[in-house]
Each structure stands twice: as structure tokens, then as C-alpha cells.
């Protein structure tokens, strides 16, 4: 019985305090923001282009070319580069599963692959690098590398198709 009773305590510590941590569940969702500086007014629109429509979002505040690509959220960067049909990326780890990824910034401008970011750090400017003439910026929220509806500072987005926009007001500051 007090083998047993031991037992059972045991695994009752081992649960409170073990198994939360190995747990990676959509709760912990990171406090997104915009991809860009502080009140900064950008144009939003999907289109049917995209894989996943209700979850991939093409900003553009025209003049568009050049301007600041800021982390959503503070992570580290786990890829930088050019995919082989010649779209630039950045993708940032944020931990528990979560990523985003921001495409067709300036080629020189990526930041490196391994650099550690803070939310609000610059990591490229935006560029038509895979769309050319098209400077915007391409930008994803993931889960287990998979795009999931965006939200910014807990706020769902909506999508309207191109060439019609919504205009959202960046508070990543």
C-alpha cells in the first residue's frame, strides 16, 4: 500500500510539472504584430493564388520598394535565403511549434540565418524579388510549418482578394 501510495504521488508531481513543458498547443500562440514599424498604415489582400488564402497575407503601402520589414514577434532566425523559383525568405523560430515567414524582400537585405531577433528588429527590406515590379511583402503566421489564420496583438485579420485591400495600423512598437 505505501509502495503504492508513493507511486502515486510520484507520478502526480511528474505530471504537474513534467508534462506542461513538453506540450506544444496553439494556447501558446505568440502576441503577433505587424511586420512593420510603429502606426504604420499597410494595404492587406490575399488572392487565389495563394496555397492557403485564409492564411497568407501580401502587404503593400505604395511606394512600397525599400521599406522596413520588421519581426512580428522576437525569436531566431532559422532560414534566409532564395527559394529555387527565385522568391526571397526569412523565416523566425518563435518556439512551441511557431514560425513566421516573410518573402520577396531586397536579396541584400535578409537578415542571416542564426541571428536572434526581438520583436520589432529589423530583418529585410521589402522588395519584388520572385514577383518583379510587385515590391510587397509576402507574410505568414505558422504552426508545425504550416500557415494558420493571422492575428495581430490577438486580433483576427480578414481577407479580401486583390485587387480589392483592407488597411490595418501596425502597433509593433
Same mark, same amino acid.
Given at each position: 500500500?505505501?509502495? @503504492? =501510495? ?10 504537474? #510539472? +513534467? ?56 525569436? @531566431? =532566425? ?10 526571397? #525568405? +526569412? ?18 537585405s535578409l537578415i542571416k540565418a542564426g541571428t536572434t531577433v526581438a520583436r520589432g528588429a529589423k530583418v529585410g527590406l521589402v522588395g519584388d524579388v ?44
Amino acid at each position: 500500500m505505501k509502495a @503504492r =501510495v508513493v507511486t502515486l504521488l510520484f507520478g502526480l508531481i511528474a505530471a504537474l #510539472f +513534467v508534462a506542461p513543458a513538453a506540450q506544444a498547443s496553439p494556447d501558446a500562440r505568440p502576441v503577433f504584430q505587424m511586420p512593420f514599424g510603429c502606426d504604420q498604415i499597410w494595404r492587406a489582400y490575399t488572392h487565389t493564388g495563394h496555397a492557403f488564402p485564409n492564411a497568407q497575407i501580401d502587404m503593400g503601402q505604395p511606394p512600397s520598394a525599400g521599406k522596413i520589414v520588421r519581426a512580428s514577434y522576437a525569436g @531566431r =532566425v532559422t532560414g534566409s535565403g532564395i527559394y529555387n523559383d527565385g522568391v526571397s #525568405f +526569412v523565416i523566425i523560430d518563435h518556439g512551441g511549434g511557431w514560425s513566421t515567414r516573410y518573402l520577396h524582400m531586397q536579396r541584400g537585405s535578409l537578415i542571416k540565418a542564426g541571428t536572434t531577433v526581438a520583436r520589432g528588429a529589423k530583418v529585410g527590406l521589402v522588395g519584388d524579388v520572385g514577383s518583379p515590379g510587385q515590391f510587397h511583402l509576402h507574410y505568414e503566421q505558422r504552426l508545425n510549418a504550416r500557415p494558420v489564420p493571422i492575428l495581430w496583438n490577438n486580433s483576427a485579420i480578414r481577407y479580401v482578394n486583390f485587387p480589392n485591400y483592407l488597411t490595418y495600423r501596425s502597433r509593433n512598437c
